[in-house]
C-alpha cells in the first residue's frame, strides 16, 4: 500500500487511477507504456514510423533484437547484449512498424519457455508479488490479491486478454508473432532448458559468454491436476502451437540432413 495516500484518506480505486497504468488505463485502454505504442502500431503503423527514433541506438548498434518475453530468463540476455538499462517487454510488432528496414536487416530472436513451466513461474511471480529486482506492479498486486489457489489465478487469466494482463501473465505468442496469422515474426525462437548450446553459440559472436541467472525466483515445485494443465493448454493454446510448429521445423530440418548424409 501507499502509505502517502493512504494518510489522506485516498480510496484504493483512487490510488490506482493516479497510478500512471490506470491513468494509461483510463486513457488508451491499456496499463502499459509498451502497449500504448503496440496499439498504435497495429492500427497506425505508417504514421509510427516517425517514432523510429524511440528504437533504443544500442540495439541498433548492435543490429540485434531481442524480444524479451518475461519468465523465460531473459534478463540476463538483456543485461549482457545492451547494458544495464531498464527491461522492457516489447513486441517484434513494435520493431516492424517504427523501421521495417532495420526489422528486416536486423538479426532477430526470442527465448521461449515450455507453457507448463512458464505457468508455473508467472505462478510464483504473482503470488510473491515479484522478486527483489523485479515487482508486480501495484494495479496487478491489487488485481489479484484474492489469488490463493492454482484455480483461482487460472480463473482470473480465463476472463482477461493479453492487453488487460501483467507481461509475466501473457501467452509468449503475443510477443514474437503477428497477432492475425501467429506467424513467428523473429528470425530465431530458442527454447528455454532445451537449446542452451544453440543459443550460446548464437550469442557468441556478439561477445556474450556465459550468463549470470538474474531476475529468478526460489519456487517449490507446482503439482497440476489433468483439469488444471487441460485449463492451461486452453489458455496458451497458441504458444503450445508455436514450440510445436519450432519442433516440427527442426525434426524436419534434421530429417533431411540425415538424408543428405
Known sequence: MDISFARRGTSVSQRRFLDPKGVNR????VYYEEDIYDLFCQRLPLAMRAFS??????????NLIFVHVPRVAGTS??????????????????????????????????LLRDPFDRFASSYAFVRSRGTESCRLADVFVADTAHVSTVDDYLSYLEERDDTALDFVMRRQSWFVT????????VKNCFLYGEDAAALADFLRPYGVGELPRLNGSNRAPLFLSRRQRARIEAIY????????????????AEAVRTAAD
Not at 53 to 62: A, K, M, Q, S
Not at 178 to 185: E, H, I, R, S, V
Not at 237 to 252: N, T
Open 237 to 252: 493454446a497458441a504458444d503450445f502451437a508455436l514450440i510445436a510448429e519450432i519442433r516440427e521445423k527442426r525434426r524436419r
Open 178 to 185: 503477428d497477432l492475425k496469422t501467429g506467424a513467428p515474426l
Open 53 to 62: 527514433f524511440r528504437i533504443d541506438p544500442v540495439v541498433r548498434e548492435r
Open 77 to 110: 540476455i538483456v543485461r549482457a547484449l545492451y547494458g544495464p538499462r531498464t527491461t522492457r517487454h516489447i513486441s517484434m510488432r513494435y520493431f516492424r512498424a517504427l523501421d521495417p528496414a532495420f526489422a528486416e536487416r536486423a538479426q532477430s530472436f526470442a
Open 26 to 29: 483510463a486513457l488508451f485502454g
